[in-house]
């Protein structure tokens, strides 16, 4: 017979976080600005918060994989050590393993101090496991609270439960993008070829790949494949699915379209045009240009295909396959790289990877109950710090005079440093631990300077452009462009999305949420590919059909949970739900 504990792990271990991991093409925050002047007293309470040094050990979860983790040893975590006292015992998910590690926390009790639990932070909530943050950021974090400022009202958890159990971290405050890392890519070769063509619809990157490999049909001796994709496990979100809501005009609000009118939530595959997307790629699929092992394919065999040069199109962002972009800059395939560009189903719809989100919430730190009231003090003083001016600089920058030097008054990254950055960067990120510690850190996004007239981040416009390699320089002065981004439409040409990011809100935990959701994903992971690779004459069936499956198995009632969640999360933001 089932214990409790094993019935409830069962139920944890089919529940699913509401949201795919956001495209994330480039999302940008508010106008560029410095941040806002405070009186002596935050930073003389950074300074406080800092004086207690003695060591002090933290057991942590990531539900993020962070294989260049080292326990600390690298050069900035030794300076975070040094300056607070904390070490982070830390253990990361791998391969979206993050579910069935917080589903075994709940079941057994047993949770670490702090927890990074991105979409599963409301199952954490429901199970009473996480500590209500509020009153130790009013009398622990000048930092945080300065950087929060105006927004602290989009820490709440909800309408109903105003608590702050995370600090978001995945995010960051005055964002401004100043590069898309996502769209369509087209390899710099492919483009050089063709003398730098439009690229605008799907036709348009149709023609160009079609072109390019009837001339090529080999690569340094390999068969050339014009488009592969990524659909391992939950991947198949970031490359297949999430793309038609792009390419047909919407915002990236995970698995949903929402109404920027009325706020009515549903998946956003019922959208027409999307279906008129995936009749694209059943066309590509049958034409011999999308990869025949694209869905049955791992993501080791995705990532060394582009690793080899002969991949001429991708439909992905940067972070899914920098490990072979990493690769190809090793290997001195410079010319192998990739261009994004905004494609879309037509010349009606524009891509809106740059909407204004606001400031929006999201993913960030937890302290789990399991925590003593003292260390939660201590937690709150270390994130704290990591918040301050010198906790920012050192997490985006490094050490002085290792990563970085001071020339004019301003910070420059030494060519050594950033060719190895650029073009090696797991090594750089084991050896100096750069990117590492972000999960720990609440911080100002690109575009915001410090006291010193210097950028918090390294992502800014010079240093972007330093960054590019020489195929690349060429190719964005054919389109007239110094960054990728120019290419696509800014934030200014759509409103601000008042309810932030959806794939960032914590969503119902409940099994009246949970298990229609989750059978919404099975319908449309099986049916998706299946209608790709489907003779032409059978896609509209597979589709249609699993239109219908999405209009049952009680999916319409969680569209409308998630659509009273999100009038909620606007009303608690303070802003009007019409």
């Not at 690298?74 to 998910?93: L, M, N, P, R, S």
């Not at 590690?101 to 047993?110: F, N, P, R, V, Y």
């Not at 009118?261 to 034409?287: G, S």
């Not at 008054?409 to 750089?428: E, Q, S, W, Y």
Request: net charge negative; proline share 6%.
């Amino acid at each position: 017979m089932k214990t409790n504990a094993m019935v409830k792990l069962g139920m944890l271990l089919v529940a699913v976080s509401i949201v795919a991991a956001g495209c994330g093409g480039g999302t940008s925050g508010t106008t560029t600005k410095e941040p806002a002047k405070t009186t002596g007293s935050s930073d003389g309470s950074a300074d406080k918060a800092a004086d207690d040094t003695s060591p002090v050990t933290f057991t942590f979860f990531g539900g993020d994989a962070s294989p260049n983790w080292s326990k600390m040893q690298d050069e900035v975590g030794k300076v975070i050590t040094e300056k607070t006292g904390v070490t982070i015992d830390g253990e990361f998910a791998v391969s979206g393993t993050d579910q069935q590690k917080i589903a075994l926390m709940i079941a057994s009790g047993d949770y670490p101090e702090i927890l990074y639990p991105k979409g599963e932070t409301s199952k954490l909530v429901e199970a009473g496991a996480l500590v209500d943050l509020t009153d130790l950021i009013e009398q622990y974090a000048p930092n945080i609270k300065k950087l929060y400022g105006p927004y602290m009202n989009r820490l709440k958890y909800s309408k109903d439960d105003p608590a702050i159990y995370t600090i978001p971290t995945n995010t960051s405050v005055d964002n401004t993008a100043f590069e898309a890392q996502g769209g369509f890519e087209v390899q710099l070769s492919v483009l050089e070829e063709l003398g730098y063509p439009e690229i605008r619809t799907i036709d348009d990157f149709e023609k160009v790949l079609k072109e390019y490999y009837a001339k090529h049909p080999t690569i340094d001796g390999q068969p050339t494949i014009p488009l592969t994709l990524n659909a391992d496990d939950w991947k198949i979100m970031i490359t297949v699915t999430n793309p038609a809501f792009l390419a047909t005009g919407a915002p990236d609000d995970g698995e949903f379209y929402i109404d920027p009118e009325t706020y009515e939530a549903k998946l956003h595959y019922k959208r027409p045009e999307e279906k008129e997307y995936f009749k694209w790629l059943n066309k590509m699929y049958n034409e011999g240009l999308i990869d025949p092992e694209a869905f049955t394919q791992k993501n080791d065999q995705y990532l060394a295909k582009i690793s080899s040069g002969r991949v001429l199109g991708l439909i992905d962002q940067t972070w899914d396959f920098q490990e072979a972009t990493n690769s190809l800059k090793a290997a001195g395939k410079f010319d192998k790289l990739y261009g994004h560009f905004p494609v879309t189903l037509n010349d009606q719809y524009k891509d809106h990877s740059f909407v204004d989100i606001g400031n929006a919430s999201g993913y960030g730190i937890s302290f789990s109950t399991s925590m003593s009231k003292e260390k939660q003090i201590r937690a709150i003083k270390f994130l704290d710090w990591m918040a301050s001016d010198e906790g920012q600089i050192l997490g985006n920058w490094g050490i002085e005079g290792k990563q970085y030097n001071i020339e004019n008054g301003k910070r420059v990254i030494p060519k050594d440093v950033l060719d190895l950055k650029n073009n090696d960067n797991a090594t750089f990120q084991k050896q100096t631990g750069i990117g590492l510690y972000t999960p720990f850190t609440v911080r100002y996004g690109d575009g915001v300077k410090d006291t010193t007239g210097n950028y918090y981040t390294t992502n800014y416009p010079e240093q972007i452009t330093n960054s590019y390699s020489e195929p690349e320089k060429k190719a964005l002065a054919a389109y007239k462009a110094t960054t990728w981004k120019d290419l696509f439409p800014g934030k200014d040409e759509f409103p601000v999305k008042k309810w932030g990011a959806a794939y960032n809100l914590p969503s119902p935990s409940t099994p009246d949420f949970t298990v229609p959701y989750q059978k919404g994903q099975d319908i449309v992971r099986k049916a998706i590919p299946a209608a790709i690779v489907a003779s032409p004459d059978q896609f509209d069936a597979i589709y249609d059909k699993m239109i219908e499956d999405l209009n049952g198995n009680g999916i319409p009632e969680m569209e409308a949970m998630y659509t009273q969640m999100i009038k909620d999360t606007v009303e608690a933001w303070g802003e009007s739900t019409k």
